[in-house]
């Protein structure tokens, strides 16, 4: 059992000495579930392709949350963005490498029935108390409360296939062992404290297990429980925790976020074109957001706050560490297409990734001159033959299926037996 305990306020965190005397590069990834990882596999994809001697395995110091920890953990871990992309998008790569999306959606049943069991007893109480004590009807029966369960579906699946991954040969699930710093933020849902997976003092939990943490959002994951605390998602504080990179001294610090609130600005081309699930751009049937319902109105709202909290962050970073190169990459506000896409959907997941993967090097492409100067001054610089090449792809175009096939034949047959009777 992890004996992790809270790190003294006054002591700084070990840095990681330099390497090389080069520039140190520090990689901040936000949350944003099933999708906020496929967003950041194809824009880490092209960035890496984009940026000569950008190696994302090879940065000082990561921090990720929620869906970002995971991909934080598999690049400090020697797992390069390409090599998530096998594995998470296109399940192409070997086991235990191959990500299955059933693992994130196994039902909580442990948590279920230790809920139930308290229903008894509650329900007992709940009828002592309204009718021997007189409290109302809704006052005895709000006790029931404490038997719904704190989440629907389990993380356990998801940490044993990352602790399994972690366990081969190269690799290790221990953060003591990397030999580069590794921070994955959780909440500690007791105090509503930020804690910091990784730094010393609470770097002897299992990385896969800070993992599970730092993703377990409120209502969908139940808590997880280390040491006797219990952790919920790290962004309940901030999006992305990105000043403790910045307190080590990182010369160029490279951010991530994938979930932005949408732009409805009908005007520009991307608001033009809003995906229907499984299919590509079509013609959007929603002028305005109020009009996709509750969903789209929810969604909105929590983009919003998450991505006010981000630009408050951002702003203060550039007061309080003026010496270190900020690059923040994140989706354009008025694309409906990331918009619109079900944040826990797979479905759509190869798609998602092309998409993020050629917007992120258009962004490039469009901000190429501020980047290079920036990029110069740590040793990097932009591919513009890569950035450029047309046609360039994260993945390949997919095969059609035997029953595509078929289909084709046979609508060819038929086209020839119409001819042939016209």
């Known amino acids: 059992m992890p004996t992790a305990r809270r790190k003294p306020r006054s002591a700084p965190p070990a840095t990681p000495p330099r390497r090389s005397g080069r520039p140190r590069i520090g990689l901040a990834l936000a949350g944003g579930g099933p999708l906020g990882a496929i967003y950041e596999i194809g824009a880490l994809c092209a960035l890496e392709e984009s940026i000569t001697g950008l190696d994302f395995c090879d940065c000082d110091s990561y921090i990720g949350i929620s869906a970002g920890g995971f991909i934080a953990a598999g690049l400090a871990n020697g797992m390069g963005p390409r090599m998530l992309s096998a594995a998470f998008i296109e399940n192409s790569a070997p086991a235990p490498d191959s990500f299955d999306p059933a693992e994130l959606m196994h039902p909580a049943w442990a948590e279920y029935g230790e809920r139930l069991r308290l229903l008894p007893g509650l329900l007992k109480s709940a009828v002592w108390d309204h009718w021997m004590e007189g409290r109302s009807l809704m006052g005895a029966f ?41 921070v994955l933020v959780a909440t500690d849902l007791d105090s509503g404290e930020a804690v910091p997976f990784g730094l010393p003092g609470w770097d002897d939990v299992p990385i896969s297990r800070a993992v599970q943490a730092s993703a377990a959002l409120p209502g969908l994951f139940p808590p997880v429980k280390i040491a006797g605390r219990h952790y919920v998602d790290g962004a309940l504080k901030k999006t992305l925790h990105a000043s403790l990179l910045l307190q080590e001294g990182v010369d160029l610090l490279i951010c991530l976020n994938p979930l932005v609130p949408y732009e409805s600005d009908r005007e520009h081309p991307l608001a033009q074109q809003m995906p229907a699930r499984g299919q590509g751009p079509q013609e959007t049937s929603i002028p305005h957001l109020v009009d ?40 354009d506000h008025r694309d409906a297409e990331m918009f619109l896409a079900n944040t826990f959907s797979y479905s759509q997941r190869r798609h998602l990734a092309e998409h993020a993967y050629q917007t992120t090097r258009a962004r490039l492409r469009r901000r190429a001159p501020k980047l290079q100067a920036a990029l110069q001054r740590h040793g990097l610089s932009l591919n513009l033959e890569a950035l450029n090449e047309p046609g360039r792809r994260l993945l390949s175009e997919p095969a059609a299926t035997r029953t595509e096939d078929a289909l084709r034949r046979l609508r060819a047959a038929l086209s020839l037996l119409e001819a042939r009777h016209a």
Do not use: C, W
Request: charged share 25%; net charge positive; no cysteine.
């Open 142 to 182: 709000e006790r029931l409360g404490r038997a719904l369960p704190t989440g629907l579906l389990s993380g356990d699946a998801l940490e044993a296939q990352i602790r399994r991954q972690f366990a081969l040969p190269g690799r290790s699930n221990d953060f003591r062992e990397l030999g580069r710093r590794l």
């Open 292 to 331: 996709g319902g509750l969903p789209l109105v929810m969604s909105q709202t929590f983009r919003s706050l998450i991505h006010s909290r981000l630009e408050l962050g951002m702003k203060r970073y550039e007061h309080t560490h003026p010496g270190t190169d900020i690059l923040l990459f994140e989706p």
